[in-house]
């Protein structure tokens, strides 16, 4: 723990409106010079803590870690754009390719289900220059054991597509596929391109790549796997449809569930990957976890159920894993946490003591069921407000540019004061730090007096 994090180290941050998150860890952030592991409720607070934050904190860089969009014991996949996310913040993390102070973003869903070991992303890296030889054969065994699909035309992360001499490929992390171009054997061009035109539109000189999947099917994954298996399941599971696709070294869908068959250690967990960070505890981590934890046990259990079905064939059979090989329970989780350096976000009004510290966030009026009243009643109500709070910072947030301008010229109609626009969250601070109403285009549900 640094001596920075000391004052917020086993207490409660009490007082923190659900839109004033972002802001709370925000703080944090800034008195605050170590590593920082955030964890939020659920994919809804993810996503928008971490939007909120990359606006007001543009200079920081912040490792977002998401959950999959699948429910434990699917039988589908994981979302590839899911997936990219994932294994590019892990990839930075078992490389340290940060090289800084390292900030990571993630939800309870993703942070109790256990990942793949950081050998993988360690060994997957593989760099191509120009002007550097690149054996044809040899790279296409290297991404179809890293995880890459082979498609007519690439449209998402983990997919490649071959004309000819030329390699389009869709790499993990990346906002836009690449175009490989080979002479011979040499790599001639290096173009990121437009998925809808499928045009160039930035050249490189190199480019690294990482794993497209966290399952890498080579001989001692798919050895690993066999073996497990087997262990598991007895000689019934070998008739199984997703035993014969691995044993057959062949991507099955849904074979994620499966994780920790594929590697002979137990597997790490985000813990693991950032050993040595604070952990910030977002609003309403006790529920989000439990209800989590019931979800696992509950679907654990219904596959159990489906075996006992008679009807059901081979290939139609499911089994399902231990939890405690692929999650950690509530008291797992908790006994890591309780050795780490934390805070815990809350949205009580507590008073203050040595445990607890006060952030005062009220929230803001919901002006929008004034409206079936009437409409002059909100824009009458909204400017007492603004004028009582005239001392501190005042910023409006919209929607979008659409949302802005309106928000501008209605304000203006109803003889609204010193309005402006900010181009960004500084500019916002500094204009209404002078005593005007700073409108900005930043997606923030509720408001909240600070």
């Keep these: 723990m640094s001596n920075s994090f000391k004052k917020y180290d086993k207490k409660i941050y009490a007082g923190i409106t659900k839109d004033a998150e972002s802001f709370a860890i925000q703080k944090i952030i800034n008195n605050t010079d170590n590593d920082l592991l955030c964890i939020l409720s659920d994919g809804v607070s993810l996503k928008q803590v971490y939007d909120v934050l990359s606006y007001i904190e543009p200079r920081i860089d912040i490792l977002l870690f998401p959950a999959w ?15 990219s996310k994932r294994i590019d913040t892990l990839s930075k993390l078992a490389l340290n390719d940060t090289k800084k102070r390292t900030i990571v973003l993630t939800s309870i869903g993703a942070i109790i289900q256990k990942l793949p070991p950081k050998k993988i992303f360690l060994n997957s890296r593989k760099c191509i220059k120009i002007g550097e030889n690149l054996d044809f054969d040899s790279f296409l065994h290297y991404i179809t054991i890293n995880g890459y699909t082979r498609f007519e035309q690439v449209m ?33 061009r290096l ?13 490189l000189k190199f480019y690294d790549f990482d794993s497209a999947n966290e399952v890498i099917l080579d001989k001692n994954t798919i050895k690993s796997f066999r073996s497990k298996y087997r262990e598991a399941f007895g000689a019934d599971g070998i008739k199984d449809e997703l035993y014969e696709s691995i044993s057959n070294n062949k991507k099955y869908i849904g074979m994620e569930n499966w994780l920790p068959f594929f590697y002979e250690d137990a597997l790490p967990s985000l813990f693991d990957y950032i050993p040595n960070a604070d952990i910030i505890l977002g609003i309403d981590i006790e529920n989000a976890l439990k ?12 596959r159990l159920e489906a075996l006992k079905i008679n009807n059901t064939s081979e290939i139609d059979r499911y089994r399902p894993i231990l939890p405690e090989l692929m999650f950690f329970d509530e008291r797992a989780f908790a006994s890591i946490i309780n050795n780490k350096p934390h805070i815990k976000l809350s949205n009580l009004s507590i008073p203050n003591s040595d445990n ?7 929230p ?24 009582i709070h005239k001392n501190k910072n005042r910023i409006i ?40 109403i700073a409108l900005i285009i930043l997606e923030l549900p509720h408001g909240f007096i600070e």
């Design 69 to 83: 969009d699948t429910v434990p014991y699917d039988r589908v996949s994981p979302n590839p754009n899911i997936l």
């Design 156 to 188: 998402e992360s983990g997919e490649y597509a071959i004309r000819g001499d030329i390699i389009d490929i869709f790499p993990t992390g990346a906002e836009k596929p690449l175009r490989i171009d080979l002479f011979d054997n040499e790599v001639e």
């Design 191 to 203: 173009r990121l391109f437009e998925i809808e035109t499928q045009r160039s539109c930035e050249e």
């Design 291 to 302: 209800s989590k934890c019931e979800s696992i046990f509950d679907y654990y259990h219904a």
């Design 356 to 362: 607890v510290l006060n952030y005062n966030a009220i």
């Design 364 to 387: 803001q009026q919901n002006y929008s069921s004034l409206k079936n009243i009437n409409t002059l009643t909100v824009y009458e109500n909204l400017k007492q407000e603004l004028d």
């Design 397 to 436: 947030c919209c929607y979008s540019a659409g949302s802005l301008d309106r928000m501008f010229n209605i304000l203006k109609e109803n003889d609204f004061k010193n309005i402006c626009i900010a181009s960004d969250w500084k500019d916002a601070l500094n204009k209404s730090s002078k005593g005007n």
